[in-house]
């Protein structure tokens, strides 16, 4: 299982904006998708954001309209920008790749992140 590393994250108060971002682990190509999943102790880890590799983006209906999942021009790193951030966003955010058109169940994934936590104070 490759892991890669990610960066962003922390604690910020209710209300604030934040974005993470991952490396990318292996070369994207047509018919993969890449994502975001998030995980609180105790809790099965669900899908948050998915980009496709026709830039086709899908979002967890808790986060629509606050979260956007990008990717820089060169593919090369993954973003998750999250504004107006609640604290039940609080969790464990895992970017994630898969070598299919869509990756929003944890049984798509092929490719994990390291993890980074984000914590939301209200």
């Known amino acids: 299982q490759v892991q890669a590393p990610q960066s962003g994250g922390g604690s910020v108060p209710a209300g604030w904006s934040m974005r993470i971002s991952c490396a990318a682990s292996?070369?994207?190509?047509?018919?993969?998708?890449e994502g975001w999943f998030r995980q609180v102790p105790g809790k099965e880890r669900e899908g948050v954001a998915t980009?496709?590799?026709?830039?086709?983006?899908t979002y967890t209906a808790s986060v629509k309209g606050r979260f956007t999942i990008s990717r820089d021009n060169a593919d090369t790193t993954l973003y998750l920008q999250m504004n107006n951030l609640k604290p039940e966003d609080s969790a464990m955010y895992f970017c994630?790749?898969?070598?299919?058109?869509?990756?929003?169940?944890?049984?798509?994934?092929?490719?994990w992140g390291q993890g980074t936590q984000v914590t939301v104070s209200s």
């Open positions: 292996r070369d994207a190509g047509v018919g993969t998708c």
């Open positions: 980009i496709n590799s026709r830039s086709i983006t």
């Open positions: 994630a790749a898969a070598d299919k058109w869509s990756c929003f169940k944890q049984t798509d994934i092929g490719y």
